[in-house]
């Protein structure tokens, strides 16, 4: 079936420094890729996706790429903010079907 | 637009009580999906609905946990009797099937806490 694998956390980094979430998946046919992120006490907000190999999602200052030759979807951001500080869920979608999968999560602190 | 409504944020119960968690969709959506999250256990899918139909509900612990959606405005999330165990936020989620690519909204989530 299939899966979403990210780094574990918490992911504790200093202001303005560069951000790495990796993220890896196993699926059936091409899925759509996403990263949500929930901030303290709300639900899961999306933050970006990708659809295609190849495709560059972006938001907020973060990126990630499709790649279908690693099977990866690594968030990456070049200078975090305090702000910033939540957790970021990768996740996909597979075939005509509308049921996310998505990973376990990764916590993230952004210290002064 | 007013996003996914859930009612009641915070619900505090006795063991072996009832509790009916609510759920209002972004208008439009035909899409409904409940979630549970713990820190044990992460964010599980419960179950979801196409059109008010209910397409996958094995993510149902057991059978104390029942779901409805009488209408595309409206679906509840019943347990009976609960247990210390569902102690979680519970999230409701809509979206407007169709393609790949689209996007779930979620809403703030009930906190439950089971005594």
């Known amino acids: 079936g299939d899966s979403v694998t990210q780094m574990e956390g918490p992911v504790t980094l200093s202001e303005e420094a560069f951000l790495t979430i990796n993220c890896t998946y196993t699926a059936t046919g091409y899925p759509s890729l996403f990263w949500y992120v929930q901030y303290p006490g709300e639900g899961l907000q999306l933050l970006l996706k990708?659809?295609?190999?190849?495709d560059k999602g972006s938001n907020k200052g973060f990126e990630a790429t499709y790649r279908k030759e690693t099977t990866s979807f690594h968030l990456e951001k070049g200078s975090v903010q305090v702000s910033d500080s939540a957790v970021y869920f990768c996740?996909?979608?597979?075939?005509?079907?509308?049921?996310?999968?998505f990973g376990t999560g990764t916590q993230l602190k952004v210290e002064l | 637009d007013a996003g996914v409504i859930q009612s009641p944020r915070h619900e505090v119960t006795e063991m072996g009580q009832e509790v009916t968690l609510r759920c209002k969709p972004i208008?439009?959506?035909?899409?409904l999906f409940w979630y549970r999250q713990t820190m044990m256990r992460g964010l599980e899918l419960l179950i979801y609905?196409?059109?008010?139909?209910?397409?996958?509900d094995s993510g149902m612990p057991e059978d104390r946990f029942s779901a409805k959606m009488p209408n595309a405005s409206f679906s509840t999330l019943k347990i009976q009797p609960s247990e210390p165990r569902d102690s979680a936020v519970y999230f409701c989620a809509s979206s407007l099937k169709g393609g790949l690519g689209y996007e779930q909204y979620f809403g703030p989530g009930t906190r439950l806490t089971v005594t």
């Open positions: 609905f196409n059109n008010n139909v209910p397409i996958d």
């Open positions: 990708a659809t295609k190999a190849d």
């Open positions: 208008s439009g959506h035909n899409s």
């Open positions: 996740a996909l979608i597979t075939g005509g079907g509308n049921k996310l999968t």
